[in-house]
């Protein structure tokens, strides 16, 4: 049987979750959807990050011990994932206990290999450098910029601040060559898209300085084996819960066996460094195999700005559903914008998507064929006569998105996979107004059956391809098409539709959106708030 492992970044907890959260857990399950409607058996893997400077900071300003603000904070983010329909296998948070154990294994599995130069991989030094508190991360002098107010920064623009402490590294420098050679020649699909890959290349080719890898000035972390004054880096310690998740340090399991190397690491672009560079040294420093892919997406912004707190124009998923609908939501995000670059969130973007592709392009489409089969086509599965060449073209249109979309989703393209069935629901729509089932009902009526058996054909697939992208809406188009449960994985995508099989009534699946205000509203449309 295929397998499929997948995972997002685990959620800073002192954060409110928000349509970039939102954004990476969507794309991890529409893949995970895909995945199993394909016949793979899925780890589908969210959850949160709770060590570390920032999270203790932010308990503190809510004036709660770090455990308790963390309990509190990060069911927030298990809302989120249930309001987004999102369908993971496991929900992690880095305070549990089997992260605990996982976290000091990897510790100790490191320390007692030897580095490809034959040198221990883990010593004991001085820290002296900058850190930033908002990214978690150390910062080299020469990677800093002096901003208006003379303040140093990191180049994500966190503030940085010098510190100074006992830590342990972790002998990166020694990793460089293996690295390269991974990226080059064993894997060279591990990073996408390309301009990321290029970027960790590079990055790597600098040269790599060795990492400080734990943490003597705050107590908010997993304690390093047999050091108890030293706490691990919250990044070595996050990176960890991939493989906590699936039995580690208990390799003989099958979760482990079966999903070990994951398939893929879903990022943001700022978190490539640590996803594509330091984790695959740490896992091949363990002796753990590394994983197979990593790719980093793009940044969304709002109406043409950073989203940030301090702007108050951070877009908040569960406002987002509450105006537009869900499904209409997990469709604008994965569509608008190129997978891998950055966008920009608008309300009038977001409108014109749900109005023109959703409730226009598919929703007309589903609601003039199967109303059109309830009053002319006696509510059934049309009999199908001899195939055109127009029928043959749709079909077989129609017929070929399997193979597209999973070519695809192999590359994190959900952009194109959606294209290409939007390609296929044009055809339709085009393939309707030329075949004219309205006059065939008076001219010839069994070719409009033959007609009409394409067309519900037609969205039959369009609406199994469909469910991972709008699992709600595409589950109420199979319902109209009488479509068993049985019969909506991939492995019944040749299964076509039996003539003479009863449909239920008819229903619109998209609303349009109604702007507050607009004459139609009350005509059904979805009302703006
Ligand atoms: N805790 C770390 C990840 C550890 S994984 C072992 C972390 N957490 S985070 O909460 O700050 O960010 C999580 C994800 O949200 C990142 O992939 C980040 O890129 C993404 N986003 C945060 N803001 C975003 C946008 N404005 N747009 C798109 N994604 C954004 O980093």
Not at 22 to 38: E, K, Q, S
Not at 99 to 124: E, T, V
Request: charged fraction near 20%; aromatic fraction near 12%; include cysteine.
């Amino acid at each position: 049987m295929k397998h499929y492992y997948v995972t997002t970044p685990i959620y800073y907890v002192n954060d409110a979750p928000h349509v970039g959260h939102a954004y990476t857990t969507l794309a991890c399950d529409v893949l995970a959807r895909f995945m199993r409607l394909d016949g793979a058996r899925v780890h589908f893997l969210t959850g949160t990050d709770e060590h570390g400077q920032k999270v203790e900071k932010a308990a503190a300003a809510a004036g709660m011990t770090p455990q308790a603000f963390t309990d509190k904070v990060s069911q927030n983010f298990r809302a989120l994932a249930k309001a987004l329909n999102i369908s993971n296998d496991d929900f992690i948070r880095t305070t549990e206990a089997r992260h605990i154990k996982s976290s000091q294994a990897i510790w100790r599995a490191i320390a007692a290999n030897k580095s490809p130069k034959g040198r221990d991989n883990i010593y004991l030094g001085k820290y002296a450098g900058w850190y930033a508190v908002r990214d978690e991360a150390f910062y080299g002098e020469n990677e800093l910029v002096t901003g208006p107010d003379g303040k140093k920064r990191a180049p994500s623009g966190a503030e940085v601040e010098w510190v100074e402490e006992p830590s342990y590294f972790f002998r990166l420098s020694d990793w460089q060559d293996w690295l390269i050679a991974y990226y080059e020649t064993e894997n060279p699909g591990f990073i996408g898209p390309v301009s990321r890959r290029n970027e960790a290349i590079s990055f790597v080719r600098q040269g790599l300085t060795d990492l400080s890898i734990s943490r003597t000035t705050f107590k908010w972390g997993v304690p390093v084996p047999d050091a108890p004054d030293h706490i691990m880096y919250v990044w070595l310690d996050a990176l960890t819960n991939y493989i906590t998740a699936v039995g580690y340090p208990d390799t003989k399991t099958d979760l482990f066996s079966i999903f070990w190397p994951a398939d893929l690491h879903m990022v943001g672009k700022d978190i490539v460094r640590f996803h594509a560079v330091y984790w695959p040294a740490f896992l091949k420093a363990a002796g753990i195999a590394p994983p197979q892919r990593v790719f980093a997406h793009g940044w969304w912004t709002v109406e043409g700005q950073k989203m940030s707190k301090s702007l108050g124009n951070v877009v908040e998923p569960n406002a987002l559903i509450a105006r537009y609908g869900l499904d209409p939501v997990r469709y604008f995000l994965l569509r608008e914008v190129p997978f891998g670059q950055d966008g920009d969130f608008s309300h009038a973007a977001m409108v014109r998507r749900l109005n023109t592709d959703l409730a226009n392009d598919l929703g007309n489409l589903a609601q003039r064929v199967l109303s059109f089969v309830a009053k002319n086509a006696g509510g059934a599965v049309s009999q199908p006569g001899a195939l055109t060449a127009a029928d043959e073209k749709l079909l077989g249109a129609a017929r070929n998105l399997l193979p597209a979309v999973r070519a695809e989703l192999a590359e994190q393209l959900f952009h194109k996979a959606l294209d290409a069935l939007w390609q296929v629901v044009g055809d339709a729509n085009r393939y309707i107004d030329e075949q004219a089932p309205w006059t065939l009902r008076k001219t010839d009526p069994a070719r409009m059956s033959t007609v009409l058996y394409a067309l519900t054909e037609t969205l039959r697939r369009l609406g199994l391809l469909l469910q991972p992208f709008m699992p709600d809406a595409m589950a109420k188009l199979l319902d109209q098409l009488a479509i068993p449960a049985d019969a909506r994985d991939f492995a019944a995508f040749e299964r076509a539709l039996v003539a003479g099989t009863a449909l239920p009534a008819p229903q619109g699946i998209f609303p349009r959106y109604v702007e507050e205000g607009e004459a139609t509203a009350g005509k059904g449309g979805q009302k703006g708030r």
